[in-house]
């Protein structure tokens, strides 16, 4: 027996294979009731709680089969399955004041200061192999004392810098004015910058130690930079910005 949609769109009685659960235990009724319950649970607002201890779910089985379902049943036929019985009122009591207590300690551990919250847990493979042989590079930088941006995602320029190239000899040696010091990396190993109180604010992030086609892979990478140069135009505000006088 066929039916017909309002939308023209017509459909009859499953009369094909069907697909069994082969578990016998596996009632769709219970996983329902338990998935309300936990979406109830997560939500993070208390006072958007509501309470299903009312609530039921109902399977309607007769709506499977079609209304001009012929006496004997199809073989296939599926088999209405029972709902269980809703948890005792005091389980999900326990449940509700359980997750409550969990959110607000929750918020009680997002609002500790930085200062005292615990250490990053960093596993010892970690550590072994790229923090310990990580050597810093002190410098006498405070960063209580830098100036920042309102986002703090950039420094706040002091004074108009002179927008040209230095060389090497103008910032390290004994005749430069700047008297900056001059750090050797050979490339490889990670190594922080940390200011005045060991707090780490730069880092040299090194390279791969077993890579050994690391080499060719960036000059091909460099070469596809330059090869694309000429073929890319900029703004006049993405030439030079913020961060320094060069295309962003």
Partial sequence: MQ????????FSEWDGEAIRVVDTDFDLASYIQRSIEEERDEASDEDTDYDLEGATI??????????GSPTTPHPNAPVP????DAPPRGHKKRTRERNHALRKRKR???????EDAPDLEVRASTRRKHIDPALPIPTNLQLTGVRVTKTGY???????????VYQLEELVGPNSKFQFDLVTWEGRKARPFVDNGETVFGLLAGRPDQAPDWDPLMRDFADTIENTRPHIRFKSHQLRHRRGPFPA
């Fill in 108 to 114: 009680q551990e997002a609002q500790v200061p930085a």
């Fill in 58 to 67: 109902s399977l309607a089985a007769e709506r499977v089969a079609s209304a």
């Fill in 3 to 10: 039916r017909q949609l309002r939308s023209g769109n017509t």
């Fill in 154 to 164: 950039t420094a706040m320029r002091d004074k108009p810098a002179p927008h040209r």
């Fill in 81 to 84: 399955c029972t709902v269980p």
